[in-house]
């Protein structure tokens, strides 16, 4: 069963928008991470947040995490047409990647 | 990523055939992944691998099976292909003593279609 529920499924924005994605988890975890995928290509990992940190920052993209609630987001923010891709939250346990649960994805489309 | 190639990158096949889906890396990792995709599933676990003789099952290994010929290959294995295995299959590698040590590494993908 899938570790990490997303929502929404599918989110279009005109460039220049924000873009919020969102993730829940069921168990415990050493941290989170996001992966995105181009359209039937591999995932290429995008930035990890620790359990015991709360928010962190990437460039464009800002994550925070409430492991009370067990949900995550990724913000991206200023969005381009180059953003477009799917989004997984992956939670991993170990703390080295040894085994990462992934969620269902966001499907985000960036229009000029 | 370049490191990790897959191969074939498409394949179209019939019920009952058996497949081999390869997978190598020359990152150096000694830890391995078999995923599928579907739509609206993301990605789910088949097979990993964490050195050349250890062999574990994931989430969803029935149908299939793995070979680990050395460290820098992986192969997964339908026995006999059904439909309902139609999907994108991704290998993924590892290294916990690497830097990073806690990200993932994924190749381009096999789209897989079973007739």
């Known amino acids: 069963s899938q570790q990490g529920e997303e929502d929404p499924q599918a989110l279009s924005i005109q460039e220049g928008e924000n873009a919020t994605m969102n993730c829940s988890y069921k168990?415990?975890?050493?941290?989170l991470q996001w992966y995105r995928q181009n359209s039937g290509r591999g995932l290429v990992h995008l930035i990890l947040?620790?359990?015991?940190?709360r928010e962190k920052h990437s460039g464009r993209l800002r994550v925070t995490l409430d492991t009370s609630k067990k949900s995550s987001s990724l913000l991206i923010t200023a969005s381009r047409a180059a953003d477009t891709a799917s989004y997984f939250c992956?939670?991993?346990?170990?703390?080295?990647?040894?085994?990462?649960?992934f969620g269902t994805g966001t499907r985000l489309q960036v229009t000029l | 990523d370049a490191d990790v190639t897959q191969t074939p990158r498409n394949r179209i096949t019939k019920t009952g055939k058996r497949i081999m889906l390869e997978c190598s890396q020359t990152?150096?990792?000694?830890?391995m992944y078999w995923y599928r995709q579907d739509p609206g599933l993301g990605l789910r676990l088949i097979y990993y691998?964490?050195?050349?003789?250890?062999?574990n099952k994931g989430e969803i290994s029935d149908g299939y099976s793995v070979s680990r010929q050395a460290q820098a290959k992986f192969s997964l294995s339908l026995e006999s292909a059904i439909p309902n295995q139609t999907a994108l299959y991704f290998c993924?590698?590892?290294?916990?003593?690497?830097?990073?040590?806690?990200?993932?590494?994924f190749g381009p993908g096999t789209r897989l279609t079973v007739l």
């Open positions: 691998s964490f050195d050349v003789k250890d062999i």
């Open positions: 993924a590698t590892s290294d916990p003593a690497g830097v990073p040590y806690n990200e993932q590494f």
């Open positions: 947040i620790r359990s015991n940190e």
């Open positions: 990152k150096g990792h000694d830890r």
């Open positions: 992956a939670t991993d346990a170990s703390g080295t990647a040894s085994k990462l649960t």
């Open positions: 168990t415990s975890i050493n941290n």
